[in-house]
């Protein structure tokens, strides 16, 4: 599948992963992390919107801690929520 331009991956994994109901969604290059939890909490609904309260996000497979700077063209995000165990 051949993405639209300015488009970012979100791919969920386990918790965020059932609670959104799909195991992956787009959303435009250049939301902030927040906006972008914003966006799909107004998509997927409250259980989600729950997850991401907790979750962590990898962009490209980093941590990301600044959930205020702009996501680049063609990044991919990972939720991850947290996880039971030690």
Known sequence: MTLPP?????RYFAGARA???VHED???????LDDLATSLA???GQRLATV???ASFLVDGVACHDRQAPL??????D????????
Do not use: E, M, Q, W
């Open 42 to 44: 107004a998509r997927h």
């Open 52 to 54: 991401l309260k907790a």
């Open 6 to 10: 300015d488009t970012i991956t979100v």
């Open 19 to 21: 609670a959104a109901g």
């Open 72 to 77: 680049p063209n063609g990044a991919t995000v």
């Open 26 to 32: 787009h959303a435009p290059a250049g939301l902030s």
């Open 79 to 86: 939720v991850l929520p947290p996880f039971a165990g030690g």
